[in-house]
């Protein structure tokens, strides 16, 4: 019993990450029924601002809640920007051509960021991987029994940092003036503009959030496993792109279910069986998901007009 409570609690750690990830990809599919592959490689950007913010700090700043706060604002707000910068010089353009137009310019963007942060130039870290820096020491927060049951610290900050944010973007979505124009556009964004609501500026803001979000979770992940590089957005983002999928790609609520879902699932498969079937359960479970509901656990299928 003990171990089946530790690996529920390692499970929805890890699960809550990849919701914050998998929030941007819902997000904008919301908006503009894109796939933005890129979305991982922002979340990967993100973590090493984090990364240069902490190390202008240095070791006792950065440890301290104020230095904490401002390596997540310094990250968040550099993705947000790097996130207009895409929607605005990338994906705006190509706003009336063919889906696939897009697609393959968020592929390539992803590609660009990936590869391109392996050059060792300027201001680029290189291929090497690196040791986030320790911002928030491991402590024990809670141990049950004779150590059957630990809860680290860091496990606790990142469920309630990740449950914030979350909290923070059903509100926003639901509650807000935005919001509202936010599902407006993800209805029609042509016959939203036509009412008068702002839509560049609308799906603008919101790869802004999602990007945002990324770079928030990025830093969870990292504090999490210590070990960063340019290629981990590429694993990460393909893990979040899996969890909206199987809640149902555009479906707030459905994305964070889909999320912690494959965080237990694997953390159980790594528990109880091999960690090398990881991968494989997971795809696995997203395709039996898409088999018996195409649109996902929450999604629905609409007919589409040709």
Excluded at 107 to 120: C, E, H, K, P, R
Excluded at 198 to 222: E, K, N
Excluded at 268 to 293: E, N, P, Q
């Amino acid at each position: 019993m003990s171990q089946l409570l530790q690996h529920l609690i390692n499970g929805l750690a890890s699960g809550t990450i990849y919701a914050l990830v998998a929030l941007g990809y819902t997000m904008v599919y919301g908006v503009l029924k894109l796939i933005n592959f890129a979305h991982g490689d922002v979340m990967m950007v993100g973590v090493y601002m984090g990364y240069a913010t902490a190390f202008a700090l240095g070791k006792q700043a950065q440890k301290s809640l104020l230095g904490v706060v401002l390596i997540f604002l310094v990250a968040m707000g550099g993705c947000a920007l790097l996130g207009f910068l895409i929607e605005r010089f990338a994906y705006r353009p190509l706003r009336e051509k063919p889906r696939l137009t897009a697609l393959i310019t968020a592929i390539g963007i992803s590609f660009a960021l990936s590869y391109g942060f392996q050059l060792d130039i300027g201001f680029l870290p290189g291929a090497a991987p690196r040791a986030f820096p320790e911002i928030i020491v491991p402590t024990e927060w809670l141990i049950i029994g004779d150590r059957d049951v630990v809860v680290w610290n860091w496990q606790v900050m990142s469920l309630l940092i990740a449950v914030g944010l979350m909290v923070g973007l059903q509100y926003l979505v639901f509650k807000t003036r935005f919001g509202r124009a936010m599902r407006a556009v993800s209805y029609d964004h042509r016959v939203a503009a036509l009412m008068g609501i702002p839509t560049d500026r609308v799906i603008a803001v919101t790869f802004m959030i999602g990007s945002a979000l990324a770079a928030g979770a990025g830093l969870l992940y990292a504090i999490k496993d210590t070990s960063v590089s340019p290629l981990m957005g590429l694993y990460v983002g393909l893990k979040a792109f899996v969890a909206a999928v199987i809640g149902g790609i555009g479906h707030v609520p459905g994305a964070v279910v889909g999320a912690l879902l494959l965080g237990l699932v694997e953390e159980f498969v790594v528990g109880y069986a091999a960690s090398t079937w990881r991968d494989a359960v997971a795809f696995g479970i997203l395709i039996i998901v898409l088999l018996a509901k195409p649109g996902g656990l929450f999604g629905r299928v609409a007919a589409e007009k040709v």
